[in-house]
């Protein structure tokens, strides 16, 4: 097992970023933050449960066959439950209404934080507990990347 010392850098240069002025994240860390359970508009979008999401989470939306919806960071900006399912309101507002399947996936560094959150999330992807135990740093940041986020390649 390799060691860290510090939080790995991962200021990579990503290609989706189309002018010099674009100061916002678009790498996609982990699995689904929830699924909704029934359509939506293009602001709110329904989730069974409650604490899905936090006001100021930010997040892309992806359809249940995990394809990207589009290009676009969203931001919760409210949310209200009632009888068992979470209304989740975002800015801006999508191309289309979200539908049943739908899921959300946090932006930002959350699966790249320590070499915990590494190892736990390349075993929720498939590997071995033995792979991830080879792997160096390195290894375990790259191969997060092709997996969570193959968009910024």
Do not use: C, W
């Not at 989740?88 to 790249?112: E, Q």
């Amino acid at each position: 097992m390799t060691h860290q010392l510090t939080a790995p850098h991962t200021g990579y240069v990503d290609k989706r970023r189309s002018r010099s002025d674009d100061f916002e994240s678009r790498v996609v860390t982990g699995g689904a933050q929830f699924t909704a359970n029934a359509g939506g508009t293009t602001t709110t979008t329904l989730a069974t449960g409650v604490n899905v999401m936090r006001v100021g989470d930010e997040f892309k939306l992806f359809t249940s066959a995990g394809v990207l919806k589009q290009e676009t960071v969203f931001r919760v900006t409210s949310m209200s439950s009632s009888a068992g399912t979470t209304t989740v309101t975002f800015t801006p507002a999508a191309a289309v209404a979200t539908a049943s399947g739908d899921n959300a996936r946090l932006v930002g560094m959350y699966n790249l934080q320590s070499t915990g959150d590494m190892d736990r999330r390349l075993v929720v992807l498939g590997f071995t507990a033995a792979r991830v135990a080879t792997m160096t740093e390195n290894d375990k940041a790259y191969q997060l990347r092709v997996s969570d986020d193959p968009g910024s390649i």
